[in-house]
């Protein structure tokens, strides 16, 4: 388990790593959490939308390009200070199909422009006052909307989705409202109560091994890896031990380490047994930190 309650500094190092054959005493004590995880997993309502609907992985309104939004917009954007110029067509477009790598769709409800200018002027809870022209601040005024597209990451893989694309005089290029209505959409599983994340992704090595990226410890030393699987899910720990040392840095790293399944992942979701949240292959989401965050909210 992970020893280090925060880790305040990422490194990719492999640290100390003792042969996963060794004697393991936590054997029963990971077999109960994992069967409690994969238990969870299976009954939750979380898990239709996750493997099979849409659960978007970031906030439902793109800004332009890094660089492209000058100084002033960024402070209005802060405040929430809008403006529409322009008429937004009232009537929902078409149901529009999502299609993943692995060639799976998904038909969903598109939102007029009329809502998805709404979530996206939305006042920002934290607006500092009323748009202060003396600090800048100034309408972000809206002269035309347009049909588009953007690829956002989801459970499921990064996937193409309809936007609505705002222009706003003086700023290049649009603002992009994920048009998808949210009431099609699945939320971000949340961690068990009390859990700590310390598996953090994996790499598919081959079909049946995965190279699993963990957090630790300088002062630790990993054992070896802990694996159980079921039909639905892949439950995995690292045994992480701190060290017995009287002085210690307390920073941390990123190890790697390799687990074989019994049979290959397919269409199996990974689960880190620490916290009970899906893993995501070669991705730098932790769950675990969506706690108070639902992009279906932003």
Known sequence: ?????????LVAACGSLRASGAADEFADEFADRAREVAGHWRSSAERGPWVEGFVPLRNLTLEPGQG???????????????KLETGLPADAPAPAELRWADGSTLSV???????????LSRPKSFADEECPPAKGC???????????????????????????DFT????????RRVAVDPAAMGGPPRRLAGGIQEVSTYELRAPAELRLSYLHGTCD???GSRVHETPEAVVVDVDVREDDVELCNA??????????????LGRRVVLDSGSGVPLLPESDVRLSEYQNYDPRRS
């Open 138 to 164: 100034r309408p972000l005024r809206v002269i035309a909307v347009a049909r588009g597209e953007a690829t956002i990451p989801s459970s499921r893989g990064d996937v193409r989705v309809p936007t609505w």
């Open 109 to 119: 409800p598109v939102l007029p422009a009329t809502a998805a200018y709404a979530g």
């Open 168 to 175: 706003v005089e003086g700023v290049p290029g649009p603002f």
């Open 251 to 264: 920073m941390g790293k990123t190890g790697r380490i390799d687990v074989t399944l019994r049979e290959p």
């Open 221 to 223: 030393t990993t054992y």
């Open 1 to 9: 388990m992970l020893s280090v309650a925060a880790l305040a500094v």
């Open 68 to 82: 492209r939004v000058p100084r002033w917009a960024g402070r209005s954007l802060i405040n929430s200070a809008w």
